[in-house]
């Protein structure tokens, strides 16, 4: 079975802070694709990045970084010097590349000022 | 850009009413989604479709149907809504079934009293 789990429910961290979001995931499938989606106060998922399971590079896109781990299933997020404009719920998700993407019930953080 | 519009932002219907959700996206892509957003829960897949005319369940699809009629509209039906429908509802449309990003509307808050 297919499984995202989020662990962190709501996270609050005060500005300029880093701030790491934990992902998951299981599946037996060798290949598969891990996203992370941002939802602002406005209610559009908007796309932050795609990971195919060949690849383990970590990618760094400005303040965001991901770190992708296969042999602990898990592919964090970190935010460096945290803005109030990050606040949002963020989404990791999971594509067999079939149907679906199996999402996880997100992270809601708050970027104190 | 690519858009997915969603026709309503804020829906309040009445028990029992029949209930339209519509979704217009403007990339040409063949996938289109319905999905279904509640705390706690994370994105739960009602219906996805891969061509016109073409649909398929899936993990919640009881209670909902769906419309493909044109390549860039998706419509989602609640036959008979009810109150455990009160959800927020987010359209999505991807090039490829699952290996490449999706893009989201800006959700349907509906509300069935």
């Known amino acids: 079975a297919q499984k995202v789990t989020q662990a962190q429910t709501e996270i609050s961290v005060v500005e300029k802070e880093d701030v790491t979001l934990d992902c998951v995931y299981e599946t037996r499938d060798t290949t598969y694709y891990l996203f992370w989606y941002k939802q602002p106060p406005s209610g559009e998922l908007v796309f932050l990045i795609r990971r195919n399971s060949f690849d383990e590079q970590n990618e760094i896109s400005g303040r965001y970084s991901w770190n992708f781990q296969k042999s602990t299933s898990s592919f964090n997020f970190t935010i460096t010097a945290s803005q109030v404009v990050d606040s949002a719920v963020y989404f990791c998700a999971l594509s067999l590349g079939a149907n679906n993407l199996f999402f996880g019930t997100g992270t809601r953080l708050t970027v104190i000022p | 850009d690519v858009k997915v519009t969603q026709s309503s932002r804020y829906l309040v219907k009445r028990t029992g009413e029949k209930v339209f959700l519509e979704c217009v996206q403007d990339?040409?892509?063949?996938?289109m989604f319905w999905y279904r957003q509640d705390p706690g829960l994370g994105l739960r897949l009602i219906y996805f479709s891969y061509d016109v005319k073409m649909k398929e369940k899936g993990d919640i699809p009881e209670g909902y149907s769906v419309s493909r009629e044109k390549k860039e509209r998706f419509s989602l039906i609640l036959e008979s809504a009810s109150t455990n429908q009160t959800s927020m509802y987010l359209c999505?449309?991807?090039?490829?079934?699952?290996?490449?990003?999706?893009?989201f509307g800006q959700g349907t808050r509906l509300t069935v009293v």
């Open positions: 999505a449309s991807s090039f490829s079934r699952g290996w490449t990003e999706a893009f």
């Open positions: 990339m040409d892509h063949e996938n």
